[in-house]
């Protein structure tokens, strides 16, 4: 099995930054896809940012030139470093994590979620 540990959640004032990470562990070959989604209450999970093995990355318009994800293959971790914080940024993010397991059995996997507040 593959699980994802998140962190880096919490309150921020508008304009601030914050960084979170997400860890992949288990039994895992290799890693394809990790990219971080958020869903406010109400709303359905967007996407944010995603990253490929290739480094090709991939952000939604409402973030772009504000949070930058990157990825630390040796690690199994991704990163999202969020700068310019609005209040519309509030959200639980996920991370999400897709490869092959050792077993060559394709895993695609939530994290737990992890709550954003940005005050104005």
């Known amino acids: 099995q593959v699980q994802l540990v998140e962190s880096g959640g919490g309150l921020v004032q508008a304009g601030g930054s914050l960084g979170l990470s997400c860890a992949a562990s288990?039994?895992?070959?290799?890693?394809?896809?990790m990219g971080w989604y958020r869903q406010a209450p109400g709303n359905e999970r967007e996407l944010v940012a995603t990253?490929?093995?290739?480094?090709?990355?991939n952000y939604a318009d409402s973030v772009k030139g504000r949070f930058t994800i990157s990825r630390d293959d040796a690690k199994n971790t991704v990163y999202l470093q969020m700068n310019s914080l609005k209040p519309e940024d509030t959200a639980v993010y996920y991370c999400?994590?897709?490869?092959?397991?050792?077993?060559?059995?394709?895993?695609?996997?939530w994290g737990q979620g992890t709550l954003i507040t940005v005050s104005s």
């Open positions: 990253i490929t093995s290739g480094i090709d990355t």
């Open positions: 288990g039994s895992i070959f290799s890693i394809h896809v």
């Open positions: 999400y994590v897709n490869g092959y397991t050792i077993r060559q059995a394709y895993f695609g996997v």
